[in-house]
C-alpha cells in the first residue's frame, strides 16, 4: 500500500512541475508587458525611482509640489448651440480648440432650457464619424509627469465612454487604455496620466493603432477626449440615446513655455 501512494504522489508532483514549467514564460511575459505598457506607475512597497533630497517618505513621492492648475475650459460662451463647435465656444482666452476625424463636423456645442441648470457642452450626437476634440495652451506645454492631473464633468449615454487623448512636442498622439464610461447623469472623473496605459493613435482617423512604449510625459502640447465612435443621432434613435457629453476639463501640470526649447522641472 505505501508503494502505491508513493507512486501516486510521484506522478502529481511530476506533472505539477511540467505545468509550472509551461505556465512561467507566460506568466513573466504577462508580467513584462504590463511593465512596459504602464507609464511610471508603482506598485506597493516600490521606491519612488527618483526622491527629492530631504524626503522623509521614500515610498513617496518624486516630487517637492504638487502640481497647479494648467488650465481650465467650460465652453460656456454666451453664444447660441454651435454645430460644428468652434472657438467661439471658448471661454479661456488662452485656449485654443481642434477638432479632429472624420466625424468632427458633427460635434455641437450644446445646452438645453430644461433641466434648469442644464450646462453648456461638448456633445457627439451628431458624429457621423470617429471624432476627437482637442484644446492646447497658446503659450505654454505642460509637464505630466509626477502627480499631474486630468478632470472633467461628463455625461455619456448608450455604450459611449470617453478616452484621454494627448499629443507630445514631438507631434506624436496617444490615447489612454482607460475610460469613463456612461452614467445616468453628470459625474466628476480624475486621471493621473501616469498611473494610465497609452496607445498610439492615428488623429486623423481617430482610432488606436497599437501599444505605446516609454511615453514620454514631460512634454505635452494637447489634450482632449473622444469615445472612439460615431454620433448615436441616426433614424429611429431619439437624439441624445448614444453620445457623449463634456460639460468642463480641467488639466493640472507643470506650464512650460513654448518659447523655451529645455526647460527642467
Known amino acids: 500500500m505505501p508503494d502505491v501512494l508513493d507512486e501516486v504522489s510521484m506522478k502529481m508532483s511530476t506533472r505539477f512541475v511540467f505545468v509550472l514549467l509551461i505556465a512561467a514564460p507566460v506568466i513573466v511575459a504577462a508580467q513584462t508587458t504590463q511593465g512596459q505598457r504602464g507609464q511610471g506607475r508603482f506598485n506597493a512597497g516600490d521606491r519612488v525611482p527618483v526622491a527629492p533630497v530631504g524626503n522623509s517618505r521614500p515610498f513617496c513621492c518624486d516630487y517637492t509640489v504638487r502640481p ?3 488650465f481650465r475650459e467650460t465652453f460656456d460662451a454666451d453664444i447660441p448651440n454651435e454645430t460644428p463647435i468652434t472657438q467661439r465656444s471658448i471661454t479661456n482666452p488662452n485656449v485654443i480648440l481642434s477638432t479632429w476625424g472624420p466625424g468632427k463636423a458633427g460635434i455641437r456645442r450644446s445646452h438645453h432650457t430644461f433641466p434648469s441648470d442644464d450646462p453648456k457642452y461638448t ?143
Open 68 to 70: 497647479p492648475l494648467f
Open 123 to 265: 456633445f457627439s450626437g451628431p458624429a457621423k464619424g470617429n471624432w476627437a476634440v482637442t484644446l492646447r495652451h497658446k503659450d505654454s506645454y505642460v509637464d505630466l509627469r509626477t502627480v499631474a492631473k486630468i478632470k472633467w464633468r461628463a455625461n455619456n449615454s448608450g455604450l459611449r465612454a470617453l478616452h484621454i487623448i494627448i499629443k507630445t512636442a514631438d507631434g506624436k498622439w496617444y490615447i489612454s487604455e482607460q475610460a469613463d464610461g456612461p452614467m445616468t447623469d453628470w459625474r466628476e472623473r480624475e486621471f493621473t496620466p501616469r498611473e494610465l496605459t497609452w496607445l498610439t493613435l492615428d488623429i486623423n482617423a481617430v482610432v488606436e493603432t497599437g501599444p505605446a512604449y516609454n511615453l514620454d510625459l514631460s512634454k505635452v502640447d494637447e489634450i482632449g477626449y473622444t469615445d472612439l465612435m460615431t454620433g448615436g443621432d441616426v433614424a429611429d434613435a431619439p437624439s441624445g440615446a448614444a453620445a457623449s457629453r463634456v460639460d468642463w476639463i480641467e488639466v493640472w501640470g507643470f506650464p512650460l513655455s513654448r518659447s523655451v526649447t529645455t526647460t527642467n522641472q
